[in-house]
């Protein structure tokens, strides 16, 4: 397997059917998915020149960064590769203060074994809240926002690791 921080380009629409599909990722558009993995900040791993899945994240100010992607395509889940790309993804980010939300079982339960606090929206750091508001609630994805949003089970996580 080998890991790297560039997607090929004919994946792109995998990655995007595949956030369709899902039920506990919101949509992305192609350009903010581009400019996600423009940034370096992502996490993908290939096999034999087949993408297995990817993970990134997003920094929110100097104080904050959020783990906002992790994805493995269908036909490679329950063989250990979001284990993998989760846990290299935060090493990535010791040091640092997370943000997370996620209404996925799984995920939620290594969150909690990493010692990430679940705290209730309201409880969320203000500038958590204000990236939210910008960069997560558009026009164009009120309709994925309301599919979604209200299926409900989403919590929100956060591990304070720097004294802001
Ligand atoms: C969530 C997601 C990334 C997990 O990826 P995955 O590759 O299926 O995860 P893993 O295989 O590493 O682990 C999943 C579970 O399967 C189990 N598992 C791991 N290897 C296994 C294997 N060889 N055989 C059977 N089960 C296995 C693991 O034990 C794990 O459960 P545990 O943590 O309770 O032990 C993937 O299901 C996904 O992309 N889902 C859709 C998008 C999504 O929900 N993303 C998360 C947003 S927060």
């Known amino acids: 397997m080998e890991q790297n921080q560039n ?34 900040t992502v996490l993908v791993f290939y096999n034999t020149k087949k993408l297995i899945g990817l993970s990134a994240y997003e920094n929110i100010n100097k104080n904050w960064v959020e783990l906002a992607l992790l994805l493995v395509i269908s036909q490679y889940r ?9 846990e290299e993804l935060l090493q990535l980010l010791e040091g640092k203060n997370v943000y997370c939300c996620s209404r996925n079982p799984v995920v939620q ?11 209730s929206f309201y409880k969320l750091p203000k500038e958590v809240v ?9 026009l164009h994805k009120l309709k994925d926002f ?5 299926l409900g089970g989403w919590k929100y996580y956060l591990r304070v690791k720097k004294t802001i």
């Not at 380009?9 to 400019?35: M, P, Q």
């Not at 339960?109 to 705290?119: A, G, R, S, T």
């Not at 204000?130 to 558009?138: D, Q």
């Open 109 to 119: 339960k290594w969150l909690k074994e990493d010692n990430f606090e679940e705290v």
């Open 78 to 86: 329950n063989q250990g590769y979001g284990k993998k790309l989760y």
């Open 146 to 150: 309301i599919r979604k949003g209200l």
């Open 7 to 40: 997607i090929q380009n004919k994946d792109v629409g995998l990655v995007l059917t595949e956030i369709a599909k899902s039920n506990n990722i919101f949509s992305y558009s192609r350009k903010e998915l581009i400019t996600l993995l423009n940034n370096k």
């Open 130 to 138: 204000f990236y939210l508001i910008r960069k997560k609630i558009k």
